[in-house]
């Protein structure tokens, strides 16, 4: 089951990669070294902070065909992606859910604080798409408008707060994953976002 | 007292972070994650290019704090910041001379050359900026306009040139840091800077 | 031989990152540090990514000279640099040819997969040239223009081709490099290029 939300995520995150990528008109290397850093890039930007190596994707060649299949599949059917809109957007919001577990449960392994676990999860689930946007050359878009960074630091908060209630670790993880998943869907439905603050 | 100097110049930092990305439209995320990055990403790097991991900042979760707590106090008084300018850029300098000085450490505890320890010096003092405004869309301004990479270099070169004195290791450090400090408001004082090579 | 090559290709990397950081009206500084990134960038980001540290550079500190004059030289002589274009051309590929095979034998000596194993000899030859450009805040050209890359990876699938031969491995690394260096060669001559994939 987490392996197939895994491979969902990973095919949501590579085919918004490779639209950007396509929207710079980058050739076929570029499109498809910018899905493959959008898939993995949170992922290897926390385990490269925590001193796991070699990073997780070097351990899991499954995911460079993945990504590979996925950007192909991406470059024919472009036209066509619209078609799968919703599903792509609920792909993409499990797989936030999944990859914000994911680093909480690295920072527990590691023994770091709560606000660092919680940050782990947030970088796993934000920073590839960061990479993306600045190998883009662009200002990453969470940075301006607020997406999905607030879902996974509440869903990391969730977790620290049912802990004290002695909870099954697996039931905590899989609450913490339905937080992010849950604010995300609300936050999008009724347009909720971080307040911008510059004022002219 | 080197708590307080590093209290002082993660503040310092934080502000000039949260200042740019204020500039370039942010939301609150965003305006925290570059406060955070300027403060801490010197050293993030530093850390990563020797293999000390878990990465400073992950060990010291105050700093996740106080980068929060600055971050707010900014934004809330953006408007008076202004007042405030001398005493940023003084902790801005002192933070710059201490953060050389604790790069230099970290080379010289993990034996490298003396070359290799003065650039580690200058990474952690001078890549925070770096990574600030590559996050922000722009080339880093200290690329374009040398503001002090020179004067932790002649820091660094301090600490080797005087370490055949035979002095003591933690006057050493404190004559380098001074060096980095006065080379620095000297070089704003009369507005001193690298020449630019580019001629049309 | 190999450390003459390496060189070579240093000095090659050097001078391509010079000339687009001039271009960018970087000061002094900032030239030096566009050179030091073109050269030894890639091998970094293997290095980090499969958990070799500190880095290669820092343990060669010899890089760190040749850098330094070769920016100095090329500064100097910037005007002239053009007369040298076939010799920069020839040093910069046979530069790619030893990167790649460099890569790849780190990742065989980490005993990963063969496809991350041609990832890592891409990423070393390749992702100097690619934080060059994010720090010079443009898109990474080898994204628009596929330059390179192709020949990369098919150097590191020569080598696990041929690899079933049971040939002697050190001729694997140099018939591989061969082959980056021709494919490069080739596609240079006859114009070759990766299809652009954006159509209005």
Same mark, same amino acid.
């Given at each position: 089951?987490?392996?197939?939300?895994?491979?969902?995520?990973?095919?949501?995150?590579?085919?918004?990669?490779?639209?950007?990528?396509?929207?710079?008109?980058?050739?076929?290397?570029?499109?498809?070294?910018?899905?493959?850093?959008?898939?993995?890039?949170?992922?290897?930007?926390?385990?490269?902070?925590?001193?796991?190596?070699? $990073?997780?994707?070097?351990?899991?060649?499954?995911?460079?065909?993945?990504?590979?299949?996925?950007?192909?599949?991406?470059?024919?059917?472009?036209?066509?992606?619209?078609?799968?809109?919703?599903?792509?957007?609920?792909?993409?919001?499990?797989?936030?859910?999944?990859?914000?577990?994911?680093?909480?449960?690295?920072?527990?392994?590691?023994?770091?604080?709560? $606000?660092?676990?919680?940050?782990?999860?947030?970088?796993?689930?934000?920073?590839?798409? $960061?990479?993306?946007?600045?190998?883009?050359?662009?200002?990453?878009?969470?940075?301006?408008?607020?997406?999905?960074?607030?879902?996974?630091?509440?869903?990391?908060?969730?977790?620290? *707060?049912?802990?004290?209630?002695?909870?099954?670790?697996?039931?905590?993880?899989?609450?913490?994953?339905? *937080?992010?998943?849950? *604010?995300?869907?609300?936050? $999008?439905?009724?347009?909720?976002?971080?307040?911008?603050?510059?004022?002219?």
């Amino acid at each position: 089951m987490i392996e197939v939300i895994d491979i969902l995520g990973t095919i949501a995150f590579t085919i918004s990669g490779v639209l950007v990528a396509l929207h710079k008109r980058m050739d076929l290397f570029g499109i498809i070294i910018i899905g493959f850093v959008t898939a993995v890039g949170g992922g290897t930007i926390r385990d490269l902070l925590i001193g796991f190596t070699p $990073v997780t994707w070097m351990q899991q060649p499954r995911i460079v065909y993945i990504v590979l299949l996925t950007s192909i599949f991406a470059l024919i059917f472009r036209k066509r992606l619209d078609y799968l809109r919703t599903s792509l957007f609920l792909f993409d919001t499990i797989g936030i859910g999944l990859y914000t577990v994911i680093g909480l449960q690295k920072g527990i392994q590691a023994e770091l604080h709560p $606000v660092i676990c919680i940050a782990l999860g947030t970088i796993t689930a934000c920073f590839g798409g $960061v990479l993306r946007d600045i190998l883009c050359n662009e200002i990453p878009v969470i940075f301006r408008k607020e997406i999905y960074a607030t879902a996974c630091i509440l869903g990391g908060l969730t977790y620290f *707060v049912l802990y004290k209630l002695n909870l099954d670790e697996s039931l905590l993880f899989l609450v913490s994953g339905i *937080v992010v998943i849950l *604010v995300r869907l609300l936050a $999008v439905k009724f347009k909720i976002s971080l307040p911008k603050l510059y004022q002219e």
